[in-house]
């Protein structure tokens, strides 16, 4: 079965976007700022590495209706070159893009987990979006966390980490570091404490 | 002139200590999972290194009131062997304790750090409290952050970095990783964006 993977970039005060996300700041203000490890040239090998990985590892990925709004005209296509379920309170029928397709499920994140784990083969369904990550955190359904330290305080902007969550156990078994961002991968300790 | 230093244990969700701090959980619930790195035993050699130049390179403190409250009993001394300065409403005379005193400082953030800086020689002045962190980040008076990156999340507590701070660029100009934590240090760039 494929593994659920939350794999954000994020400021050292813990925002996954600037403030005011919209169309006209798709990241919100400063927000690409979190982004400079991906886009900047010549790019950091470890960068690249980390960045490889991420498109070769994807097989699915699951979204909430304000990432599929704000990013659609954006990318211009699906966000990764594989099957995308956009979890919705609004029927719509399914949406074909160039390199994939946006499936919108109605009925919930376990039905959303289990298109996309239908699809994703051996590769890992990647969840977008902090309101996603949010509920597929409590409901303990993340099985591994890249976070992408990005050396930026925003200020404000979309927490990934919000208040309310569950206390959980990680283990940290991979620290990549490059100067745009210390990539720390997490295993998602479950049925300890 | 000694550089202002903020060095603080910090969750993956941003926590500096645990949900209900007080003198009954002093770190608040699970918060000392966030010192594993100091107090493990045995001690991991990055760890201890990391610990070793903390105390090394502190030459006077500056808290809030709340975590002189909280910790005093707890640590029946000052919380470094150097001159401390509590910043308070309230006039208090000059408390000594064994390897120190604790100044109570009723004229604000500018006259607690002249005093510290005063006493502190080349050495660093250290901030602890997140609400004297953030105070000392919005007016511009911190050099150098060094978080040490815990594995957890807490879900609920105290945040280091609390919304509606400014936009502050950083350069992270240092990473030690050891299986408790990931130590990263950065300078705080000034009079830039």
Known sequence: MSKVILDMSMSLDGFIAGANVGKEYPMGVNGEDLHTWIFSTPKDKVDADVEREMFAKTGAVILGNRTFEVGVDLWGDVPFPVPSFVLTHKKRETLIKKSGTFTFVT???ESALQQAQAVAGDKDVRLMGADIAQQFLSAGLIDEI?????PILLGDGVRLFDLGMKNI??????????PHATHIHYRVLKGGS
């Open 107 to 109: 009925d919930g994140i």
């Open 146 to 150: 890249q976070i992408n330290h990005v």
């Open 169 to 178: 156990q990680l283990e940290k078994d991979r620290v990549l570091d490059s």
